[in-house]
């Protein structure tokens, strides 16, 4: 089974600040999803990315697949206490029906 | 389109008990997935349904853990004699058909509670 690292584990900034979160592996994905998870909810599709080097903009967020498609991270701008969650990547496994999904980097924003 | 929906909620159970939980896919979403989560952590790959077919079990699906959807549309997830190290959100999720990136879309999840 593949493995997804994210990093860091934990985030606490100011609001207005920018940060930068990482989900890598060893292993190539066909391709990476990342989603957003509030306590006591389902984690929320934010973007897939596909191609290797492929950036995709939400907002002030944005998404990086690395060239060699084993890893990926998210850039929030500008954050805001709404950003406040547990942002995770995921992925399919290669050669199996199976889901992965990162270690989870919890941020937290202050107002 | 109303979404993934998962019943109950909210599950508190005593050690020994059995429980079952449903989950009710977006409508056409043929693929169907179980995860748990503990505090803090990513979800774990439970299981995997494509239509009424459970494809992919993970190791983490011990003999008391079992899931059926029989007829290709909802699915239950059944729990037998929990043990207090059941206790974790059990999240269910489905995916189209028609897409090779295997995109979520993510029920609110179960709370089981073992005392």
């Known amino acids: 089974t593949q493995l997804l690292e994210q990093s860091p584990q934990f985030l606490s900034i100011q609001e207005g600040e920018n940060l930068t979160v990482y989900c890598n592996s060893s292993?190539?994905?066909?391709?990476l999803q990342w989603y957003r998870q509030e306590p006591g909810e389902g984690p929320v599709l934010l973007v897939t990315v596909v191609t290797g080097g492929e950036v995709k903009k939400l907002k002030r967020l944005t998404f990086q697949f690395g060239d060699a498609r084993k890893d990926s991270s998210l850039h929030i701008t500008a954050a805001q206490p709404g950003d406040t969650g547990l942002y995770l990547c995921a992925g399919p496994d290669s050669g199996t029906y199976k889901y992965i999904f990162g270690t989870g980097t919890r941020l937290k924003v202050l107002a | 389109d109303t979404g993934v929906s998962q019943n109950p909620r909210h599950k508190i159970t005593k050690r020994g008990q059995n429980v079952t939980f449903r989950c009710d896919p977006i409508s056409e979403h043929n693929r169907l997935y179980w995860y748990r989560q503990t505090l803090g952590q990513g979800p774990e790959f439970l299981t995997y349904f494509q239509n009424e077919a459970q494809l992919e079990k993970s190791r983490l699906l011990s003999d008391r853990f079992s899931a059926e959807r029989p007829k290709g549309s909802f699915s239950t997830l059944e729990i037998q004699r929990t043990e207090q190290g059941d206790s974790a959100m059990y999240l269910c999720?489905?995916?189209?058909?028609?897409?090779?990136?295997?995109?979520?879309?993510f029920g609110p999840g179960t709370r089981l509670t073992v005392t």
């Open positions: 292993s190539v994905f066909s391709s």
């Open positions: 999720a489905s995916s189209p058909a028609l897409t090779s990136t295997y995109e979520q879309y």
